[in-house]
C-alpha cells in the first residue's frame, strides 16, 4: 500500500505499533462521563455498552495522573483533564477524538431551530431543566 504515516485512534498507543508510523490520535470522551452515569447507560444499547467503557477510562486516566477520587471542585477537574491531555501529548499523542459525536442524532436545521425556540425560555425560567429538555440543550448547543 506504500503508507508512510497512520493516524491510529487507540485510548493508548499498543507497544507493536512503530510510533514513527503510526502517530497516537487518543479519546477524550471519558471526560464528559465524571458523574453517575446510570441514564445516559440506560437511554439506548449502543449507550449501554459505550458509557462503560468511557468509565474505564476515565479510571485508567485518574490512575495515569495518580488521583484516587474526583476533584472536589470545576477547577480541579480542569487540571485534571490538562494534565491527562498534556501527558498524553508528551507520550506521542498527536490529536484527540470525541467519539461521542457519532451519537448524536442529525436532524435539520429547521428542526433544531425549533427546538431551539420552544425550548430556550424554559432553561431561563427553570432552576433546573428537566430531562426532556436537557437533551434538547444537548442536542441544540452541539449543532452551534
Given at each position: 500500500m506504500n503508507i508512510e504515516t497512520c493516524l491510529a485512534n487507540r485510548?493508548?498507543?499498543?507497544?507493536?505499533?512503530?510510533?514513527?508510523?503510526?502517530?497516537?490520535?487518543?479519546?477524550?470522551?471519558?471526560?464528559?462521563?465524571?458523574?453517575d452515569n446510570h441514564e445516559q447507560a440506560a437511554r439506548s444499547g449502543d449507550m449501554g455498552v459505550y458509557v462503560p467503557l468511557q468509565e474505564k477510562v476515565l479510571q485508567r486516566?485518574?490512575?495515569?495522573?495518580a488521583v484516587n477520587g474526583l476533584p472536589a471542585d470545576l477547577a480541579g477537574y480542569e487540571q485534571f483533564v490538562r494534565g491527562t491531555l498534556t501527558d498524553n501529548q508528551k507520550k506521542g499523542g498527536v490529536?484527540?477524538?470525541?467519539?461521542?459525536?457519532?451519537?448524536?442524532?442529525?436532524?435539520?436545521?429547521?428542526?433544531?431551530?425549533?427546538?431551539?425556540?420552544?425550548?430556550t425560555p424554559s432553561f431561563t425560567q427553570a432552576a433546573c431543566p428537566r430531562r426532556r429538555n436537557t437533551a434538547c440543550f444537548r442536542i441544540t448547543s452541539s449543532a452551534c
Open positions: 485510548v493508548a498507543l499498543a507497544p507493536y505499533l512503530d510510533p514513527k508510523r503510526f502517530h497516537w490520535v487518543f479519546f477524550v470522551d471519558s471526560f464528559l462521563f465524571p458523574l486516566y485518574m490512575k495515569q495522573e490529536a484527540m477524538k470525541f467519539e461521542a459525536a457519532y451519537f448524536v442524532r442529525s436532524t435539520s436545521p429547521i428542526r433544531r431551530a425549533r427546538r431551539r425556540k420552544r425550548f
